[in-house]
């Protein structure tokens, strides 16, 4: 594995341009204020609820993604290309899943193959042939970045469901700007408080053709055991719109109603934060009890917009990751911006072979996996474990990719010992609408916090930061 | 507004507003035991609490005598009463959980924290010093939640709302006291002026946060019937049953107003606002002072009905 990227310092420990005013700023602090600013960070942020569950812990069922007081920085030039590449990367998505629920295409190209697709739990019959409103079918994109050297950025995976995060973002953001003044008043920092009135506006845009010109948008939760359910009802909060739960919305006639004090009041559009199976037990899992039966009649008869639609789980699953740079090629003739990390699809035997014989050099991920859970490293792997995954790939190989061990760049942050550079990712979040696709400058920032830890996973131990653009 | 915020807000109000005359109840009678016998008279004053707080029978099925050790754990920490302080506070946050959107900051910081700091009184407190900081902080919690609210929420729904369930709850809580108290209230020669009634009349007060006012409005020492005439028919009093019905009434129709429709809930609350209206202390101690208790709680209930099936489910 070759040394990690430092995105502070250069190999010889000069600072990169972009970190010039963070560094000379960190030099002139007074010593403890660091620690003492986190603690108040962490004060601030159980105060305002900002928490999150843990499945399985019973005990304590709200605890916090720690939070790293000091920025990562990216520069405005650097995020040019990235936001080109993810405006590229979403627009792919949309179109290849209106061509797999639609004409079938790429699929008679023989450039997917087909057992990905239809084999896939995820694949949604109820969605073939099916219009949805605009063409649109991931509206809310957070695609997942991992940065190896100076000018390499890879998408490490596509989230075309429901992803999650934007709430930190967004209240890293305002903790750091209350907990910094000074630091904020020496940059000019790109702003991400505009992200709620972009989503409205992306939501507004792709209402059904029956809705009024003032639809009305919801944001579906499961409800306050949720691990989410901040970041659910923090974001109804800011859209200025209803968080429903399932037993709130009733559906009549082919219409949508929410219950309310002034009686039934038609939905156009659900920001849905649950997943397809539990959307609708008429349609999809009977005994769910968090979902509105009779949803996806509604929906099947063109009166609703749900976002993300039914089924773009084919889109983002791992097996069909690798497949993205030909799936960009297919649709839009242009080479991907944004590149994938090398990976072996296991299905295909000289994949298959070159993985097993270098399991303790590779990372195995199960294809429909998610939150690290169910993946082999193998450099840090014992042989007994290895010889286990080595059946398992063995006995199914289709569930099964594998790509090197990356060396995800790194960024100074506030550890016991003092600064230390840490790994991170980013999740920046692509809103897709009738007129236009908007990114707000940044995303949210994950950290591994502990030393040589790659896993950012917040349900591992990973925590978030605050992210800058910056011109240099 | 969804049906089910509404009703959030509604049940948050009344919880932390129960929070706070538990409370009450429990700092009143603090006192009350802390007086010689001759004083007080021997009544049970631990049971007394009890039946104040309306929760007899499910005392009664955990324990055979009401004493100061299990009355204050259950009314105050103990998670099997589901109407104990602790209790009472964890599912205000519940709901002001489940309504995160509907609040302002400052509202929602005041339930989250006083739910966060009340951990730290653990499952109980070891001194009395301790116990009396903790009623002081109920208190405060309350107050503090009614603050934010009365200055940072808006003037909509979701504030007025809020507003029936406190009051509804404040209602219930002053005729409860009034209830179990009432023969105390009488005007009976034989006990007027007597020490033994004085310590009772204060810890009435006291529980509704009245000892001061009862001073400032009647200017006389402590009488039966003008603690009556304060709790039940004076709207200037805010723990008063007319001052509630007052603010009953008011939120009822900015609600109506707003949603353009009157009904039941309206009408309701009007009724029981002009009975008091029209109502002396002296046609009341004639008629009985407990009938009338009796019907106003029953009457109360019934407009926390009407409120339910108009707008909350």
């Given at each position: 594995?070759?040394?990690?990227?430092?995105?502070m310092?250069?190999?010889?420990?000069?600072?990169?341009?972009?970190?010039?005013?963070?560094?000379?700023?960190?030099?002139d602090?007074?010593?403890?204020?660091?620690?003492?600013r986190?603690r108040?960070?962490?004060?601030l942020?159980?105060?305002?609820?900002?928490?999150?569950?843990?499945?399985?812990?019973?005990?304590?069922?709200?605890?916090?993604?720690?939070f790293?007081?000091?920025p990562?920085?990216?520069?405005?030039?650097?995020?040019?290309?990235?936001?080109?590449?993810?405006?590229?990367?979403?627009?792919?998505?949309n179109l290849?899943?209106?061509?797999?629920?639609?004409?079938?295409?790429?699929?008679?190209a023989?450039?997917?193959?087909e057992?990905l697709?239809?084999?896939?739990?995820?694949?949604?019959?109820?969605?073939?042939?099916?219009?949805?409103?605009?063409?649109?079918?991931?509206?809310?994109?957070?695609?997942?970045?991992?940065r190896?050297?100076?000018?390499?950025?890879?998408?490490?995976?596509?989230?075309?469901?429901?992803?999650?995060?934007?709430?930190?973002m967004?209240?890293?953001?305002?903790?750091?700007?209350?907990?910094?003044p000074?630091?904020?008043?020496?940059?000019?920092?790109?702003?991400?408080?505009?992200?709620?009135?972009?989503?409205?506006?992306?939501l507004?845009?792709?209402?059904?053709?029956t809705?009024?010109?003032?639809?009305?948008?919801?944001?579906?939760?499961?409800?306050i055991?949720?691990?989410?359910?901040?970041?659910?009802?923090?974001?109804?909060?800011r859209?200025?719109?209803?968080?429903?739960?399932?037993?709130?919305?009733?559906?009549?006639?082919?219409?949508?109603?929410?219950r309310?004090?002034?009686?039934?009041?038609?939905?156009?559009?659900i920001?849905?934060r649950?997943?397809?199976d539990?959307?609708?037990?008429?349609?999809?899992?009977?005994?769910s009890?968090?979902?509105?039966?009779?949803?996806m009649?509604?929906?099947?008869?063109?009166?609703?917009?749900?976002a993300?639609?039914?089924?773009?789980?084919?889109?983002?699953?791992?097996?069909?990751?690798?497949?993205?740079?030909?799936?960009?090629?297919?649709?839009?003739?242009?080479e991907s911006?944004?590149k994938?990390?090398?990976?072996?699809?296991?299905?295909?035997?000289?994949?298959?072979?070159?993985?097993?014989?270098?399991?303790?050099?590779?990372?195995?991920?199960?294809?429909?996996g998610?939150?690290?859970?169910?993946?082999?490293?193998?450099?840090k792997?014992d042989?007994?474990?290895?010889?286990?995954?080595?059946?398992?790939?063995k006995?199914?190989?289709?569930n099964?990719?594998?790509?090197?061990?990356?060396?995800?760049?790194?960024?100074?942050?506030?550890?016991?010992?003092?600064?230390?550079?840490?790994h991170?990712?980013?999740?920046?979040?692509?809103?897709?609408?009738?007129?236009?696709?908007?990114?707000?400058?940044?995303?949210?920032?994950?950290?591994?916090?502990?030393?040589?830890?790659l896993v950012?996973?917040?349900?591992?131990?990973?925590?978030?930061?605050?992210?800058?653009?910056?011109?240099? | 507004?969804?049906?089910?915020?509404?009703?959030?807000l509604?049940?948050?109000?009344?919880?932390?507003?129960?929070?706070?005359?538990?409370?009450?109840?429990?700092?009143?009678?603090l006192?009350?035991?802390?007086?010689?016998?001759?004083?007080?008279?021997?009544?049970?004053e631990?049971?007394t609490?009890v039946?104040?707080?309306?929760?007899?029978?499910?005392?009664?099925?955990?324990?055979?005598?009401?004493?100061?050790?299990?009355?204050?754990?259950?009314l105050a920490f103990?998670?099997?009463?589901?109407?104990?302080?602790?209790?009472?506070?964890?599912?205000?946050?519940?709901n002001?959980?489940a309504?995160?959107?509907?609040?302002?900051?400052e509202?929602?910081e005041?339930?989250?924290?006083?739910?966060l700091?009340?951990?730290?009184?653990?499952?109980?407190?070891?001194?009395?010093?301790?116990?009396?900081?903790?009623?002081?902080?109920?208190?405060?919690?309350s107050?503090?939640?009614?603050?934010?609210?009365?200055?940072?929420?808006?003037?909509?729904?979701?504030?007025?709302?809020?507003?029936?369930?406190?009051?509804?709850e404040?209602?219930?809580?002053t005729a409860?006291?009034?209830?179990?108290?009432?023969?105390?209230?009488?005007p009976?020669?034989?006990?007027?002026?007597?020490?033994?009634?004085?310590?009772?009349?204060?810890?009435?007060l006291?529980?509704?946060?009245a000892?001061?006012?009862?001073?400032?409005?009647?200017r006389?020492?402590?009488?039966p019937?003008?603690?009556?005439?304060?709790?039940?028919?004076?709207?200037?009093?805010?723990r008063s049953?007319?001052?509630?019905?007052?603010?009953?009434?008011?939120?009822?129709d900015?609600?109506?107003?707003?949603?353009?429709?009157?009904?039941p809930?309206?009408?309701?609350?009007?009724?029981?606002?002009t009975?008091?209206q029209?109502?002396?202390?002296?046609?009341?101690?004639?008629?009985?002072?407990?009938?009338?208790?009796?019907e106003?709680?029953?009457?109360n209930?019934?407009?926390?009905?009407?409120?339910?099936?108009?707008?909350?489910?």
């Open positions: 594995m070759a040394a990690a990227f430092n995105e310092r250069e190999v010889d420990g000069r600072v990169r341009p972009v970190y010039a005013g963070l560094d000379r700023w960190l030099s602090l007074a010593p403890d204020v660091l620690e003492h986190r108040e960070a962490e004060f942020f159980r105060r305002i609820g900002i928490t999150f569950a843990v499945y399985g812990e019973a005990e304590s069922t709200e605890r916090l993604i720690p790293d007081v000091l990562r920085i990216i520069s405005s030039s650097e995020w040019a290309t990235l936001r080109a590449g993810l405006e590229q990367r979403v627009k792919a998505l290849y899943i209106k061509d797999v629920y639609g004409r079938r295409e790429i699929l008679r023989g450039i997917v193959p057992d697709v239809f084999q896939n739990p995820v694949f949604r019959p109820e969605m073939n042939g099916l219009r949805v409103p605009h063409d649109i079918y991931v509206h809310i994109a957070g695609i997942d970045i991992v190896v050297d100076a000018d390499t950025f890879y998408v490490l995976e596509d989230n075309a469901r429901t992803p999650s995060g934007v709430s930190y967004l209240e890293n953001r305002e903790i750091m700007m209350r907990l910094f000074e630091l904020f008043s020496r940059h000019r920092v790109a702003p991400v408080e505009n992200y709620p009135d972009e989503l409205l506006a992306t507004k845009s792709v209402a059904p053709k809705a009024s010109s003032d639809p009305t948008v919801a944001l579906l939760t499961p409800g055991y949720n691990s989410a359910y901040y970041e659910h009802s923090f974001l109804a909060d859209l200025g719109i209803e968080l429903v739960e399932g037993r709130d919305v009733i559906v009549k006639g082919q219409i949508a109603y929410m309310t004090t002034e009686g039934l009041k038609r939905i156009d559009v920001y849905r649950i997943d397809d539990f959307l609708d037990p008429l349609a999809f899992r009977p005994d009890a968090l979902g509105v039966p009779g949803l009649a509604v929906y099947q008869a063109g009166n609703l917009t749900l993300n639609a039914v089924g773009t789980g084919i889109a983002d699953d791992k097996a069909v990751y690798s497949y993205m740079p030909e799936i960009v090629k297919f649709y839009l003739g242009e911006i944004l994938n990390v090398p990976t072996w699809r296991c299905r295909e035997p000289e994949h298959l072979s070159y993985v097993l014989d270098h399991l303790d050099d590779l990372v195995i991920k199960e294809v429909h998610s939150g690290g859970y169910g993946m082999l490293i193998g450099p792997a042989k007994a474990t290895i010889a286990a995954f080595r059946a398992k790939l006995s199914n190989p289709k099964f990719i594998a790509q090197p061990t990356l060396a995800l760049s790194t960024c100074p942050t506030c550890v016991e010992e003092g600064v230390a550079p840490r991170v990712d980013l999740r920046p979040f692509v809103l897709c609408g009738r007129d236009k696709i908007r990114i707000v400058p940044g995303g949210l920032t994950r950290v591994a916090l502990k030393r040589d830890s950012v996973n917040s349900s591992q131990g990973g925590g978030t930061k605050d992210t800058w653009v910056l011109d240099v | 507004m969804l049906s089910r915020t509404a009703d959030n509604y049940w948050l109000a009344r919880y932390v507003e129960r929070a706070e005359y538990l409370a009450r109840i429990l700092e009143a009678t006192r009350l035991t802390a007086l010689p016998v001759a004083y007080v008279g021997s009544t049970n631990w049971e609490a039946a104040t707080a309306g929760c007899c029978e499910a005392f009664s099925a955990r324990y055979s005598e009401a004493n100061e050790e299990n009355v204050t754990d259950f103990s998670a099997d009463n589901p109407s104990s302080i602790r209790n009472c506070i964890e599912i205000a946050r519940q002001a959980r309504v995160r959107t509907a609040l302002t900051t509202t929602w005041t339930i989250n924290g006083a739910w700091e009340l951990k730290r009184f653990g499952n109980g407190v070891a001194t009395r010093e301790e116990f009396l900081r903790f009623l002081q902080w109920v208190q405060e919690t107050l503090r939640f009614d603050g934010s609210a009365y200055r940072t929420m808006l003037r909509n729904d979701v504030y007025w709302f809020s507003r029936l369930g406190l009051y509804i404040r209602a219930d809580n409860r006291i009034l209830d179990v108290k009432y023969h105390m209230l009488l009976d020669d034989e006990h007027v002026g007597g020490p033994l009634d004085y310590y009772q009349w204060a810890a009435i006291r529980t509704v946060s000892l001061t006012a009862y001073h400032w409005v009647y006389e020492s402590l009488k019937w003008l603690i009556a005439d304060l709790l039940i028919l004076n709207a200037q009093m805010p049953l007319a001052s509630c019905y007052e603010n009953l009434v008011r939120f009822c900015a609600i109506a107003t707003a949603y353009g429709r009157q009904g809930s309206q009408r309701h609350a009007r009724a029981i606002r009975r008091l029209n109502s002396r202390m002296q046609e009341i101690f004639q008629s009985g002072l407990h009938e009338f208790i009796e106003f709680v029953t009457d209930n019934a407009l926390g009905a009407a409120v339910s099936s108009q707008y909350l489910i």
